[in-house]
Structures are given as structure tokens and as C-alpha cells.
């Protein structure tokens, strides 16, 4: 991990979105992204700083997540490849700031990955980590979706006024991340947003603003939504299209 700045943040709380398995519909990557830029609009000031990212080639198998070419208006070609950033928010209004880790799940090396991440948080004075995903489930679209916020030990589940995690199977980073939270003693919890199964194709802003609802309910704090509830209410009637047009989507959200 190549560190770029360690600025002065109070208090902040790491919130953590990767695209991949954990994020049916792009509902969690979504909502990390909506938080990178919802107080732009409001605030000049308010400006992610980049604190460090994440070296590609210790971490991901570019066979699984290929870089991608792009070309500019000059036609010069250039190669994002993929990785983790992590990002600083320092928000005035608010009374902690934010520390935001997006990117895509990495491929291997996951102990060595969730140990730099969490030293990092260390250093930054992380006193919460909070943990964004979104999962395919059996709910109709026309319904509020769910998120489920989940623990991994008992004693924090119950200190924070979250369920304890009764999930057993595989399991994906941040469920590694998780762990490794509770290893070294920094709470931790994790959102879950469940994405109607018929309607996983494209990605959900229904289920980003799900998931940032939920965090200003349990951060107590107000997030800029921006134009967010008019695409989640615009995702909404395209699905019910595709509802008119399958007797099979039809009927299940009929009952």
C-alpha cells in the first residue's frame, strides 16, 4: 500500500465498499461513490483527499479483473488497472469525518491485505469501521429494500444495537475484514442491502440509497442526496417494465 497523506481527521469512521461479490447491483460500490461526491454540491470545501492506494499486482489476478484501455480526446491511450483507494473526508458540518476505502474485491493474499488496510486505520485513529454490501434475496422491487446490519461478536452486536451475524458459508472480504476488526479490537459493523433477484442486471441506486439511509440512521448524521432518489425512483418504473413484459416477474410481485 503506497501512502500519499495522513491527514488530521476527527474522529472518523472507515467505511468500506468493493464492486464484485459482495455488491449485487452495484448497490454497495454505489453507495460509496454517492459518498465521494454528495457534499460537492453543497460545500466547495468538501473535497475527498487521497490517503493511499493499493499496489495492483500483490493483490488481484488480471486475468479475473483485467485493466482497462481507455483513450482520451487526444487519442492517447492509457491503462487503469484495478486496486483499492482509500480516501479522506474531512466534513465541517459533521461532527466525525470519514474515511472512505472503495475498489474492486481483490483476488488473493487476504490476510496480508486486511492487515495493511487495518494498520492504516490505526494510523488514521479509526474508531469505527463500517463494512457495505448488497446481496441477492427474494423481495419484490415495488417494496422499501431491506438492509440488515450485522455484527460478528456478541458483545458488539449488542453495544451498537445490531444483530449478531448468523451467516455460515463462503464468505467474501469483508467478511475477512470484519474479523480482522474484531481481531484487534476496532468495532465494526456491516450493512446489507437485499437486491430483488429478478432485478440484479443493472445497477440499483434503490439499494445505495437504502444502504446511505441506513448509515444516517446509524451515524446519526445528514447525507446530501443529490439527484438520488429521483434515479432510484426512475431504477424503480424500468423495473416495473420489465415486470410487465415477464408473467413470471409479473406474478411474483403480484404476491
Known amino acids: 500500500m503506497e501512502i500519499h497523506n495522513i491527514p488530521l481527521l476527527r474522529d472518523p469512521v472507515m467505511i468500506i465498499a468493493f464492486t464484485g461479490w459482495n455488491d449485487a447491483a452495484e448497490g454497495a460500490s454505489g453507495a460509496l461513490e454517492h459518498l465521494l461526491s454528495a457534499w460537492r454540491e453543497k460545500d466547495d470545501d468538501v473535497v475527498p483527499q487521497l490517503i493511499a492506494d493499493v499496489e495492483a499486482e500483490e493483490f488481484y ?3 479475473v479483473n483485467r485493466p482497462q484501455v481507455s483513450i482520451d480526446d487526444s487519442s492517447i491511450r492509457s491503462i487503469t488497472w484495478p ?11 459533521m461532527k466525525r469525518d470519514l474515511v472512505l476505502v472503495t475498489g474492486v474485491e481483490p483476488s488473493m493474499r487476504w490476510k496480508r491485505f486486511t492487515s495493511d488496510l487495518l494498520d492504516l486505520a490505526d494510523d488514521l485513529e479509526v474508531s469505527l469501521v463500517v463494512t457495505l454490501g448488497s446481496l441477492l434475496a427474494d ?12 455484527a ?4 458488539i452486536a449488542d453495544r451498537l444495537g445490531v444483530s449478531i451475524s448468523k451467516y ?7 467478511g ?7 481481531r484487534r479490537g476496532i468495532d465494526a459493523i456491516s450493512l ?3 437486491v430483488p433477484h429478478y432485478a440484479s442486471n443493472s445497477p440499483s441506486p434503490k439499494a445505495s440509497l437504502a444502504l446511505i439511509n441506513s448509515l444516517e440512521d446509524f451515524l446519526d448524521i445528514s447525507i446530501p442526496l443529490g439527484s438520488l432518489q429521483i434515479d432510484s425512483d ?22
Open 192 to 194: 446489507w442491502a437485499a
Open 61 to 63: 489476478d488480471f486475468q
Open 176 to 182: 475477512i475484514i470484519q474479523d480482522g476488526c474484531m
Open 139 to 150: 423481495s419484490p422491487h415495488t417494496r422499501p429494500i431491506t438492509v440488515t446490519g450485522t
Open 152 to 155: 460478528s461478536h456478541p458483545n
Open 83 to 93: 486496486g483499492t483507494q482509500v480516501f479522506g473526508l474531512a466534513i465541517p458540518s
Open 234 to 255: 426512475e431504477w424503480e418504473k424500468s423495473v416495473d417494465e420489465l415486470a410487465a413484459e415477464d408473467n413470471d416477474v409479473a406474478d411474483y410481485v403480484k404476491a
Open 168 to 174: 455460515e458459508g463462503p464468505t467474501g472480504i469483508l
